[in-house]
Structures are given as C-alpha cells and as structure tokens.
C-alpha cells in the first residue's frame, strides 16, 4: 500500500475527511480563504489521562477540538496521565522529511517510533512509513502515520492530528498542540581560564571574514548558540562565573585530564549527576599533551557522560596554513570550528570517519568528504582549503536526523554514553594487506591476578614492501579503532575510553616490516570495568585506515579468583568508575573517595600487583605541581563559594618525600614485577617521569634510575633499540640539571663570601 493512501479498513470515512473539517475550521477563524504557507516543523504535545476502557473502532470526529476532548482512538489503554510528543520535520532549515515520537504503553514502558515522510496531494498533510522503533517488542504494533496540520498566525492555535495505522492494528487519531518550533530545549555556558585572553575564547565569528568560503552563505555574525539552534535546538546560555581564576599557579600551567575532570566539577554551575540539557564549555590555554590537542569532550563527569568540552587556544588551530591572505581570519574560524566540533561530541555525534564504528541504531555510512563540523577539516580531499571552500557551518543530514529524531536519552547529555547509539552500523571492508594489528601482553601467560588493571599493548606493522604514510598517534587516540571484549559466556561489550581528543595530524613514514607501539588500560572506561570478574575474556581489535580495515588477532585472558577474604572486601571499593578514571588518568587529588580505596588496597595486600599499580597512581601527582580547588570561605554550598569569590584553584607543589619510599619500592626493588604489570612501554614512561624529578636536584640518581631501567627491560627481551630514541634526550637532561647544580652550588658560595 501507497504511504500516501488508507484503506477503508484501515481508517474511518470521518478521518478521511479530516481536510476538508480542517479547511472550514482555517477559513473561519481567519475570515480569509487562502492560509499563508509558513514553517510546521516543531515540537508538538498531547496531553491528558486515558481511561481505563479498551476501544474497538476508531473514534468518530467533527472537529479539531471535538477529537482533542475524546482522546482518540488508543488501543493501550492503561489508566495514567501521559505526555505524549512527536516532532514533525518537513521545512524549515535543512529539513528531513521525518516525524518522530514517543508512545507511552505503561507506567514506566514507551516506545520510541520515526518515521519517513512525503508530501501528500493535500499541502498540509504528509504521510509515510514507521522504519524505526525503540522500545518493548510489539509494543506498538503501527507501521505507518498520517500527519495534517492545521496552520495559524498564533503558535498556541496551531495543532497536529497524527492517524497511526497498518500492521494490522486498529487506527489511532491522536491530536498534537504546538509547543515549540525547536525539537529539544539545550543550555550552554561557556567560561575560560583567566590565563586566556578573551579574544581567543571565540564563540562567534563573521561568515564572511575569510575570503575561502562558499558563495552562497550568508554574511553575517555566526555564533555557537545560532549553529545548534539551526540544528534544532532550543538554546538558552546559564550564567556560570565566566572566568574560572587560576592562582597560584607555577611554571607548569598546563591541564591534565584528571585536572579537567575536577575543575569542570567544581566550575560548572549546572552540575549534577544526572542526564540533563546541559552542557558546559571551557576555554583554556593548553592541555599537557601540548599544542598538538585542539580540544577535548570529557566522557565521564561522575557516572554520567558527554556533559563538558575543552578548547585549547594556544595549540595547532592558532596556526594558520602558511601563505594564507587572512591569517587571523583563519585562526578565528578554526577556534569557532574546534568549539562546535567538540560540543557536537557532547551531543553523541561521531567524527564523520568513525560512523562504522560503535553501537548500531540506524544504517549509515562513514561520511569521509563531509563538509560538516565534525569532520576534519584536513582529512578531506584537497585539505584544509577545500573543506572551508565548501563549508557552509552545519552538520550533515545524518548528523541532523540523529541529533533531532534520535531517542532522547541517546542524545541527551548525561545519559547514553559517548559513542553508544550514535547511530551507526558496521560495514563490512576487505582487510589491509599492508598493516598487521597484534594485542598482546608482556608476560609469558595471559592470567592476571584478582584486581589487577590490565596494561595491553598494541604493534601496528607495515607487512608491505613499501612505506606506508601513517597518522603518529594512530594507536594513541582510538579514533579509528574499535575494541570488543567478550567475556566468556557473555555478550560482546564495545570498550570505550574514559577521554575523546582532538589532535593534530601529524603524518610520519613507516617503512617495511617496521613498527608502531602503544599501550592501553583495558580492564575500565567510560562502561565501567569491562574487565573484573574472574573468569576468561577474548579482545580483539579492529583499526580504519582510511579505506583500509586491519583486524587484529583475537587475545585470550583470563583473570583469576580472590585468593583472600581482603582482596573480595577491596573488591567492593575498587571496581568503581573513579578509581578507574584515577589508574587511567595518573591521580587525582579531587577524587577523594577513590584514592582512599587505592590507599587501603595498599594496606591489605602490599604484594599484589594491583598494590603495585595503586602506588603509582596515588604517587604520581606528587611528582608535579598540581591544580586543585581550594574553598576558603564559610558558604554551604560550592556554587556560594564561587560566587562569593572565596573558592580558587591553587596549586600544590610537588611533594617527592611523601613517596619516596613507595616510588623505590615499586620502580627499583620491584622492579621487574612492576614492569610487567604496567607493560614494558608504561614502566618506561612511569621511569622517565620519576628520572625527570630526580633529575632536577639528584642528577646522578637519576642517570641510575635510567640506567636501572634499561637493565630491568632488557633482561624481559626489550631490544636495546627502544632506548636509542630516548638517550640523547636523557644526556641532554641529566647535563642540564648537572649544570644546575654547579650552578646553584656557585652562587651559594659567593653568597657565603
């Protein structure tokens, strides 16, 4: 049957008729016979209680309001109150021919339904199919809609009638009242660091500033608020502090990921622990990984995702393509791109490439030469020029169809987690003949003890006979890849990291049989512990390199029972998100809670490996200056604090006698139990981080550092190449902090004299 067209079984002869009732109803109420054409897309609700009868034929109608009175007909029939919404999208600003809604079919049950839609011979009617639903099996039986609406110069007067039908399911009419032109209501708020200057927290631009831009948009001022609210958003900004101070700070002004993570916490006025319309933007001026990260959405606010974003001023999007005409033009339209690209991820958008990866809710393709916010802009053909040449500050239809029709809680920030149900299926590609992907872990068995985070690492090798152009942080950031851990006896799980970033794409040669080497901590993310229980679990990896697919081998590991009543009673306090976020991220000195389990794991059983791992990550931020909230005042609350400006972020000094003694135990005198916990590539880094603190006053501790280093990963069959890469470096360091020494040895004797 036609979308277009009802049976006589399917619906009444009065609904039929519905057009000509609405067109006297038009005519008389605004004394003119031709209703000028103005935009229907919008939020529109019903509201009411059903009754506690079952309905067996369709209702009969007059009127709008006489159906509006008797409920239609509706063949669920629980006795409660309900909300019933449907969004209709067939004009205005990039329109998708869709509706969608959600039907109530119980208590605490509804259903989630979208459906395709065409314009009928009726100007005010569309009618199509039901191609989507989300909810309780057979729940909602429907499988197409009818939608006519009736137009009018006030908001308040316009109304939608909606006959559900086919499926072989008695009809329903159910009538809509307008109640806003946007889809869902989102508030923003943006605040910067006081360390960045205010021209460089950019949230708007002009359109036409640049002289590379498609002929056709329009010249004007383009702000944030504006792009979301073209994407069908009703956008409000909350009024937060504005500038987040930062006082005391040192040399090392810079942001980690555990201090993001707690400043949001602490900076956000909307904060809460539950999903909400909200979201919060940060200007600050770089992140500890340098001027190659441009931004970042954090993906795990306490239990809930997607609720804050980052922009980095001093990095890569401050540098202009050289050559340009209108550099400063550039760099404000890059800050502007890297804003919006990163509060589209708050959304649960995906990078365009990445839309084969995660958890499927609708069929799409990877979009690699859209010109939408979030692509990048030099992963297209013909680069950075082309893409803005064509850029016309939007999202793709796909984006759009997602953000707008989309369960609510798969966009909504706080609820779904980031990149779950975003809305892509995976498509099938032919694998690499160039690339080898090999999981693996450094030890002579994959068994790992009971609490025991799991350091995995990741070779990607050029099997080609030629040199292969590779991204450098490909293994680094998990952009194109996507990971799959299955538990024995359990479905698969997508394993998803606590952090998003944007980096800048620094491509480097790979030559034949040549390697890339990375690690990660598998067993927690942004679902939790995806590996705790005892029992057995198969990963495997699957990595997109442009059009080319790399498969990984499948790795066995199998984690081992409790062994002692202390390790099930640490149990309870470990396999938490914040401890997870603190083993990630390298500490924190906000999550006060997780660091005090870690403590007591270290108490009960010291010779464990997770003890080892626990000791590491409570040391680690005593090895830095680190930022921190400091509430000096009396007020009741963190946000009184904040307003009454008796909260700031200080710093803490690095404080190396607090754990001197763990970081010896553990890096030295254990060190070749350490190293095979952490992997060989992390015990390296946990070792050059420790040597560089030594090295500031103990430069000769710390060349032995170094050196204990080299001899414990060489005897594990480290090549002795791992280390050319970072010698120099470490000479140039040690002579440095040695002359330092003489330095301040010098001046203290001529202050003697």
């Not at 939608?147 to 499926?167: D, E, H, N």
């Not at 399911?169 to 205010?198: G, Q």
């Not at 692509?375 to 999202?395: H, M, T």
Request: net charge neutral.
């Amino acid at each position: 049957m036609d979308d277009n067209d009802l049976s006589k079984d399917d619906i009444s002869m009065q609904d039929m008729d519905f057009d000509s009732v609405l067109d006297a109803d038009a005519t008389n109420a605004f004394h003119f016979p031709i209703l000028p054409q103005f935009s229907v897309s919008g939020l529109y609700e019903s509201r009411g209680r059903r009754g506690g009868r079952r309905a067996e034929s369709p209702v009969s109608v007059e009127s709008f309001d006489e159906l509006e009175n008797e409920m239609g007909f509706f063949p669920y029939r629980p006795s409660f109150r309900y909300k019933e919404a449907l969004r209709l999208d067939v004009d205005g600003r990039y329109p998708q021919m869709q509706a969608s809604g959600t039907v109530r079919t119980g208590l605490l049950s509804s259903v989630h339904w979208i459906a395709h839609l065409s314009r009928t011979r009726n100007a005010n009617t569309w009618a199509g199919r039901i191609w989507y639903k989300d909810g309780p099996r057979n729940a909602m039986r429907h499988t197409r809609v009818r939608i006519t609406v009736k137009r009018s110069w006030y908001p308040y007067q316009r109304r939608l009638k909606a006959i559900f039908y086919g499926g072989g399911a008695p009809s329903r009419s159910v009538i809509f009242n307008f109640r806003s032109a946007f889809y869902h209501p989102v508030e923003f708020e943006y605040d910067r660091v006081s360390d960045v200057p205010l021209a460089k927290a950019v949230t708007s631009i002009d359109s036409c500033a640049h002289p590379n831009r498609p002929a056709t948009i329009a010249c004007e001022n383009l702000s944030l608020n504006t792009v979301y609210r073209r994407a069908g958003f009703d956008v409000t900004t909350s009024g937060g502090s504005g500038e987040v101070p930062i006082e005391g700070v040192g040399a090392n002004n810079t942001w980690s990921d555990a201090e993001m993570h707690d400043a949001m916490q602490a900076y956000w006025s909307r904060f809460s622990n539950a999903p909400q319309w909200s979201l919060w933007t940060l200007f600050a001026r770089q992140h500890d990984d340098g001027p190659s990260l441009g931004g970042v959405m954090f993906d795990s606010i306490g239990p809930n995702h997607r609720q804050g974003t980052a922009i980095f001023s001093d990095s890569f999007i401050e540098d202009a393509p050289f050559g340009d005409t209108h550099p400063e033009a550039w760099v404000k339209r890059m800050r502007f791109w890297t804003a919006a690209h990163e509060m589209g991820h708050a959304f649960n958008l995906a990078h365009s490439w990445q839309k084969s990866l995660g958890n499927p809710w609708l069929p799409l393709a990877n979009e690699n030469e859209a010109r939408s916010f979030m692509n990048y802009p030099f992963f297209v053909e013909g680069d950075q020029a082309s893409f803005f040449a064509d850029f016309e500050y939007r999202f793709s239809d796909s984006e759009l169809l997602f953000m707008r029709h989309a369960p609510s809680n798969f966009v909504q920030m706080g609820n779904a987690a980031w990149f779950d149900n975003h809305g892509f299926e995976q498509i099938e590609k032919e694998q690499s003949k160039n690339f080898k992907l090999q999981l693996r872990v450094n030890r002579e068995s994959a068994v790992f003890e009971f609490l025991e985070m799991i350091n995995m690492e990741l070779k990607l090798k050029n099997v080609s006979a030629q040199q292969q152009l590779v991204e450098k942080d490909v293994l680094k950031e998990f952009e194109n890849m996507s990971i799959i851990i299955k538990r024995e006896g359990l479905p698969a799980r997508q394993w998803m990291p606590f952090a998003h970033y944007c980096h800048n794409r620094e491509m480097i040669v790979l030559d034949p049989e040549k390697s890339l080497y990375e690690t990660m901590l598998l067993s927690a993310g942004k679902n939790g512990w995806d590996i705790s229980e005892p029992g057995n679990y198969t990963v495997q990896a699957m990595l997109t390199l442009g059009e080319e697919v790399i498969i990984s081998n499948s790795l066995q590991i199998r984690i081992s029972a409790a062994r002692t009543h202390d390790e099930e009673v640490c149990a309870q306090d470990i396999f938490t998100r914040e401890v997870g976020q603190i083993l990630t991220f390298g500490g924190s000195q906000f999550l006060t809670k997780a660091n005090e389990a870690l403590e007591e794991l270290i108490i009960r059983i010291p010779n464990k490996q997770a003890a080892r791992q626990a000791s590491i990550a409570l040391a680690l931020p005593k090895l830095r200056n680190f930022k921190t909230l400091d509430i000096t005042g009396l007020a009741p609350t963190l946000q009184g604090a904040l307003k009454n400006k008796e909260a700031k972020i200080t710093e803490i000094k690095s404080d190396y006698k607090v754990v001197a003694e763990s970081l010896k135990r553990v890096l030295i005198e254990e060190a070749d139990y350490t190293a095979q916990t952490l992997g060989h590539i992390n015990y390296k880094r946990q070792m050059d981080q420790y040597s560089e603190f030594l090295a500031k006053d103990k430069p000769d501790e710390a060349s032995r550092c170094q050196a204990h280093c080299k001899k414990t990963l060489m005897a594990r069959n480290v090549p002795e190449w791992v280390f050319a890469e970072k010698l120099e470096a470490s000479e140039k360091l040690t002579r440095s902090a040695k002359g330092s020494a003489r330095k301040k040895t010098t001046n203290k004797k001529t202050e003697n004299a």
